[in-house]
C-alpha cells in the first residue's frame, strides 16, 4: 500500500495489543485519506527537514483500541492525525526538547503545518492542524486557516 514517503500503514496501525490489530487496521481504512494526508503533509516534512529517522510509536488509534487504553474520545489519533515516537538518537529528555525546537522552527518558517507539538508520556506528539465539523469529527485544516497553527505545552513528562 502506498501510504507516505516515509511512513508504511503497517507502522502507523501497530498495537501492543495484538488481539486488537485486526480491528485498528480494518478502523485505520476507513479513515485511509485522512492519514495518508497527515502523513505526507505534516510528518514527511518534518523527517525530510530534520533528517532523523522517526520511531513510531503510536499513530492510528482506533476506536476500538483507543477505548482499550483509555484515549480520550476527540484524540486525533483517532481521526489518523496524530504521531507519538521520538527520533533516532534524540531519545534523552534535552535532546526531546532539542527536537521540538527544530519542528517549531520548521512551523515558523512555514515548512510545515502543526496542530499540537507536545511531549506527552515520553514521546514526541504531533498533530495535524484540525477543526471539528459538525459531526464532531477532526477535519483536516486548510494551510489558509486563522487558527491557531502550533503549541509548545507543558514540561517533560
Ligand atoms: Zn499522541
Known sequence: MEFSKYFTFEEATRTNHTDLLKAN?????????????????????????????????????????????????????????????NFKGFESDDMKMFILGAIWSLIKTGKVKVGQLLIERGCIHISGPRDLNRDGEVAYYNVATKRKEGIISGGLK
Do not use: C
Open 25 to 85: 487496521q480494518d478502523e485505520a481504512k476507513t479513515k485511509l485519506d485522512a492519514g495518508i494526508k497527515f502523513a505526507r503533509e505534516v510528518l514527511d516534512p518534518i523527517r525530510e527537514n530534520l533528517g532523523y529517522p522517526m520511531m513510531t510509536n503510536s499513530f492510528y488509534r482506533g476506536p476500538t483500541l483507543n477505548a482499550k487504553v483509555g484515549g480520550s474520545t476527540r484524540s486525533q489519533h483517532m481521526a489518523f492525525q496524530a504521531w507519538d515516537g
